[in-house]
């Protein structure tokens, strides 16, 4: 094997000839077909199948490299790059099995992965995930307090909020309702433990608060001061998405009025043509009505009052749609015009749309 790889490599790793015998060189498929062709003989004269190992790996991958780019075709070649079915189940090799192997893992990969709990609940729970977050601190914060009123037997203030009127979405009016509740709760605070609770600044900032927290050995108040500040950020939270959900809302109802109110101009429009259009006028009806609803948006009661009295205004009349009288013998006038124009005046100012 290291003797035929040497000789294969010194062969492919020879300079070429120079250009003047280029005419008497052999050519190189041939000469790599040949020693290929001995080296698979010699193989099969051995009559032993060798495991596969990296280093044959690499040798097989750089042999079909080189065949790739080559174009002869040769039997020797094709023998050994199509193994039998005998060399197959030698090496312990299968397509089929090969091919039912990426078949079940592609299967695998399409399963889809199981639901954890959290997406489950989160699936289930009709609040987004602000209101949830905020339902969450007020749940812990009454917990905190009715757990100060127990120990010292305090009366626990009285709400009509409920997580529930987060569902859909954050209101102000809930808001304020929460805002309530903390207040008569902070009460509650001061009255369990006036002594650490006189160290905290009125003015105090959510830093400050969870500093003062931690500084507290009861655990049941560290709860309701945390829970406090929690609720405080997710009220925030859910304001500014409310207001962003209200401008949102606002923004797509004024462009459904101003879709509606274009549709209806259309509509307009159409049936202002349509009408024209059935009294085959001299004039070009669809130059004639969108000039008039144009200069209409600036100005309505005097651009009425120009079609109705001076069509050709906006569109001038086609003289070349106004058929000669008496059989032709009289030609169409200037003055057949001013006609035509009073005659689509009146016929439009009598028109009800």
């Given at each position: 094997m290291s003797d035929d790889?040497?000789?294969l490599d010194s062969f492919l790793t020879t300079a070429p000839e120079a250009p003047e015998q280029n005419a008497q060189a052999v050519n190189l498929e041939d000469e790599f077909a040949k020693l290929l062709n001995n080296f698979i003989t010699e193989k099969v004269e051995t009559k032993e199948t060798p495991q596969p190992t990296q280093s044959s790996t690499s040798?097989?991958?750089?042999?079909?490299s080189f065949v790739t780019q080559s174009q002869s075709e040769t039997?020797?070649?094709?023998?050994?790059?199509?193994?039998?079915?005998?060399?197959?189940?030698?090496?312990?090799?299968?397509?089929?099995?090969?091919?039912?192997?990426?078949?079940?893992?592609?299967?695998?990969?399409?399963?889809?992965?199981?639901?954890?709990?959290?997406?489950t609940e989160n699936a289930e729970n009709p609040m987004h995930s602000e209101e949830q977050e905020l339902a969450r601190a007020v749940t812990n914060f009454q917990d905190g307090v009715y757990a100060l009123a127990e120990k010292k037997n305090l009366?626990?203030?009285?709400?009509?909020?409920?997580?529930?009127?987060?569902?859909?979405?954050?209101?102000?009016?809930?808001g304020k309702k929460i805002a309530q509740y903390l207040l008569a709760c902070w009460d509650l605070i001061n009255k369990y433990d006036p002594e650490n609770m006189s160290r905290l600044s009125p003015d105090a900032n959510d830093e400050e608060y969870l500093t003062f927290a931690e500084s507290l050995n009861d655990t049941?108040?560290?709860?309701?001061?945390?829970?406090?500040?929690?609720?405080?950020?997710?009220?925030?939270?859910?304001?500014v998405q409310?207001?962003?959900?209200?401008?949102?809302?606002?923004?797509?109802?004024?462009?459904?009025e101003l879709y509606e109110e274009y549709m209806e101009l259309q509509e307009r429009k159409n049936t202002f043509k349509q009408k024209?259009?059935?009294?085959?006028?001299?004039?070009?009806?669809?130059?004639?009505?969108?000039?008039?609803?144009?200069?209409?948006?600036?100005?309505?009661?005097?651009?009425?009052?120009?079609?109705?009295?001076?069509?050709?205004?906006?569109?001038?009349?086609?003289?070349?749609k106004m058929r000669p009288r008496f059989f032709g013998l009289i030609k169409v006038t200037p003055e057949d015009g001013i006609k035509?124009?009073?005659?689509?005046?009146?016929?439009?100012?009598?028109?009800?749309?």
């Open positions: 790889k040497q000789g040798e097989l991958n750089g042999l079909d039997t020797g070649l094709d023998d050994f790059l199509t193994p039998t079915e005998e060399t197959q189940s030698a090496n312990g090799y299968s397509s089929t099995q090969d091919n039912s192997s990426l078949d079940a893992l592609i299967t695998s990969a399409e399963v889809p992965a199981p639901v954890s709990a959290n997406e009366k626990m203030p009285q709400t009509d909020y409920t997580n529930e009127m987060l569902v859909p979405n954050y209101k102000p009016s809930v049941d108040m560290q709860l309701s001061i945390i829970s406090y500040v929690e609720i405080l950020i997710n009220m925030e939270i859910c304001e409310y207001e962003q959900k209200r401008e949102l809302a606002l923004k797509n109802r004024i462009k459904k024209l259009k059935e009294k085959n006028f001299p004039i070009d009806t669809d130059k004639l009505i969108d000039n008039y609803f144009r200069a209409a948006q600036k100005d309505a009661e005097g651009a009425f009052k120009a079609l109705t009295k001076n069509p050709a205004m906006f569109s001038p009349i086609q003289f070349e035509a124009n009073q005659k689509i005046g009146e016929f439009i100012k009598k028109l009800k749309v």
